[in-house]
């Protein structure tokens, strides 16, 4: 009985601990993409591609729609609903990450990035009306839509968190 008591208070003293780390994990990457974005906007000329290397571009693009520019030409309604949209699931995210089991690592990583992609998003929504983007890869004459580092965290979570739902059902 007193491991099950000393486990049970480890268990409770780590979960807030371990809860920090996404939670900061998810703060570092919001940082780091409204940084970038304020770097990109001060720098960049807006539509001026600066080459880096044959493949990849530096190009300033403001986006009012939502993935690939979906929407964009919708005539501002896109804007509130894309911002509420990110408003709900950053909450659910939050709440997610702080209800998933403390095993779920993969989980809760893959809730962090997205969690930190949908804010820097909405940020700007809110902030700018438009997400800036200025990542651009390409082949050619083959553009892949400018992105910036929200977007990046939102598919790399969104891609681990598919692992993981593979994982899950393995362990089931």
């Known amino acids: 009985m007193s491991s099950a008591v000393s486990l049970n208070g480890f268990l409770m003293l780590t979960k ?3 809860l920090f780390v996404y939670y900061v994990l998810a703060l570092l990457l919001l940082v780091l993409d409204l940084w970038t974005k304020a770097l ?3 720098h960049l000329n807006y539509a001026e591609p600066v080459v880096l290397t044959s493949f990849f571009n530096l190009t300033l693009l403001h986006n009012t729609g939502a993935a690939f520019s979906f929407l964009s030409s919708a005539g501002g309604w896109q804007h509130w609903l894309f911002g509420g949209i990110a408003s709900i699931i950053s909450v659910v995210l939050v709440v997610w990450i702080y209800r998933a089991p403390a095993t779920a690592v993969l989980l809760k990583f ?3 990035l997205i969690l930190a992609g949908a804010l820097g998003n909405l940020w700007d929504r809110v902030t700018l009306g438009y997400v800036v983007d200025f990542i651009q890869w390409h082949y050619n004459d083959y553009y892949w839509p400018a992105f910036n580092i929200a977007d990046a965290a939102i598919s790399v ?12 059902s393995n362990r089931d």
Do not use: N, Q, T
């Open 16 to 18: 807030p601990k371990a």
């Open 40 to 42: 990109a906007s001060e």
């Open 110 to 112: 893959s809730l962090a």
């Open 157 to 168: 979570g969104a891609v681990a968190m598919v692992i993981d739902s593979f994982r899950a």
